[in-house]
């Protein structure tokens, strides 16, 4: 029998949902402050798996906590885990990712912070040292902050080259290194920029979410702000796959974990109109790759459903047939348990949802 | 040697053992700032200090700072010097949603 895991991460603290079987659930509150926790991470790379968590209090700053007893207690470093450098002059105002690293390096963990930078752990996420290559990189003093920060929100490690990395930022775009990150390149060619004048910028696309599939580390997809993309050339060039869907913009960009040429969308009507399309709550799911959509419904409310899903909202957790979860900002988490076939509501009442991460554990 | 008490607000004290004061040892002769006492506190209870004052050393926005009953805002910020037996009192600001 499985074990599933959920991780809520909220505007007011971190909740704990399990199952056994993806039908009933037990959620609990995470013993954490009652901070906004932006991103969650869960690691099962670990003969133990551990949990990782960053907080932001508006008094007392970010932080970052893990635990290896599946939620029950937490602990952080004395001191900061996630710091910027005093030659920075920088500090860090969030932490947007925890995005555990290869499985040939088990003991590193990536962070996305907030002003737009990355950091590695090699000891399992409990302390960070900033990647100096991108912070140095200098279109990055031209890089200018989205509605919700300057963040880094995606941290792809391709899963084989460990050289490889894709990382995105709002407002700055997509880069990649090909040396361990010591250098970086945009890699945005394609991708629509509609708030600025002119010709289609190299860098300062307002990119969402990026997805991979490890088993196709060359094809990506994107979510824009305005625009939804899939590059086969590992991000030398994007092309639009947003035909088919009821509008082009949103949040999420989640891989299916086991096909490649399947990811999953929550579409809203517009930059100003930040809502489910016809106010009803609706997934959107290719298998081709983005030749064509199919709207996954069933079991979600089809009228009157005003929320937003966040761009770390929805993910899966790997297991077979695949679980897809979002968690929306008024509060209510949405499982299916069939790939997205059909669903239903596990939790309302939360705080807002602002990450959610599930895993299967044995 | 002489001293400096650090009043500790209750969401803080996890972080300094449970305690309602810290007592701080400043070096004798000049009058300690309150940069100096914190500067101590980031080596004694580094998890307190670094919820009172970012890495660059800037006082958290919607966190104040008392000497006695005066705000460090409205006097010489974190430069302020504490004057014997004065106590240094971290509160958090109204803030929030």
New interface residues.
Partial sequence: MSNYLLAIGTRKGLFIATSQDRKTWSIERAPLASDEVYAVGIDTRRGTPRLLASSFSNHWGPSVAHSDDLGKSWQEPEHAPVRYPEWTGSALKRVWQLQPGRDSEPEVVWVGAEPGALFRSDDGGVSFELVDGLWNHPQRAKWTPGGGGLCLHTVLAHPTDPQRMTVAVSTGGVYQTTDGGTSWAPSNRGIRADFRPGDEPEFGQCVHKVAMHPGAPDQLFAQNHGGVYRSDDGGRQWVSIADGLPSDFGFPMVAHPHRPGSVYVFPLAGDFDRRPTQERARVYRTEDAGASWQALSSGLPQEGFHPAVLRDAMCTDGGTPAGIYFGTRSGAVFVSADEGESWYELARYLPDVLSVRAAVLD | MSQVTVRVPG??REFVGGERLVVVDVPAGELPSVAAVLDLLSGSH??FE??IR???G?L?E??NVFVGSDNVRDLDRLSTVIPPGAELIVL??I??G
């Fill in positions: 969401a803080l580094p998890a670094r919820r970012d890495e660059t800037a958290r919607h966190v958090p600001a803030s929030g």
